[in-house]
């Protein structure tokens, strides 16, 4: 596993053995390091031709509703040309991050080619995307 950036906001992780990219959000980014992390894993995603994500959004807090709409109108589509298979989302119990957390999956889930599930941990979230890994091969 390669980490390519791992600070006071957010990990990214690539492991091309497992075609994942993992990320973990720590605190609640700008608009603009939010949307920097988001094409940061969409390059990874790209360059690595990876079919799985691992989001752990329990760190991320709020985002703003903007950059809510901006992943929907610009990232998805831009990350479905990629040939993205999974997409597991492991979301805080916190009302906030939740509620984010929710309306991305069911807006993503509802337009996308690739599966969109919420997850409670992170142990459930990898086993779903190991089920697929194992589809893969």
Known sequence: MKTIRNDELLRIDVDVEQSLVISTWKATPS????????WQMLEAVKDSNLALWLSDTRGLGLILR??????????????????????AVVQGA????????????????????????????????????????EALV
């Not at 608009?31 to 988001?38: K, P």
């Not at 610009?74 to 999974?86: I, S, T, Y």
């Not at 086993?127 to 697929?132: Q, R, S, V």
């Open 94 to 133: 916190e009302y906030f991050n939740r509620t984010v957390t929710e309306r991305l999956v069911d807006a993503t889930s509802a337009v996308a080619a690739f599966k969109v599930e919420l997850f409670g941990d992170a142990e459930e979230a990898e086993g779903w995307l190991a089920k697929e890994l």
């Open 31 to 38: 608009s603009e390091v939010y949307r920097t992390a988001l």
């Open 66 to 87: 903007a950059d809510e709409n901006w992943s929907m109108e610009v990232f998805v589509p831009e990350l479905m040309k990629e040939g993205l298979r999974r997409v």
